[in-house]
């Protein structure tokens, strides 16, 4: 439990510093015969806050628990 917590934790920064995941679609343009255009755009998948701060609490919740477990 207590490598759930810890994991939890650092999920849950992660999601408040970055606040989304970032990727990259190529999509074709053109393509007639042998000529080809492709685009690359920029998307970012967003994370709410709340989501970065409910992992942070839960995270803590649990390594409290295994501290008074034992």
Not at 29 to 40: E, L, M, R, S
């Amino acid at each position: 439990m207590r490598l759930l917590g810890i994991g939890l934790v650092v999920v849950g920064i992660v999601a408040l510093i970055y606040g989304g995941i970032g990727y990259n679609k190529q999509t074709t343009i053109i393509d007639v015969g042998g000529i080809k255009a492709t685009a690359t755009e920029h998307k970012q998948l967003p994370i709410a806050p709340i989501v970065g701060v409910i992992a942070i609490i839960g995270g803590v919740a649990l390594l409290m628990g295994s501290k008074r477990g034992g």
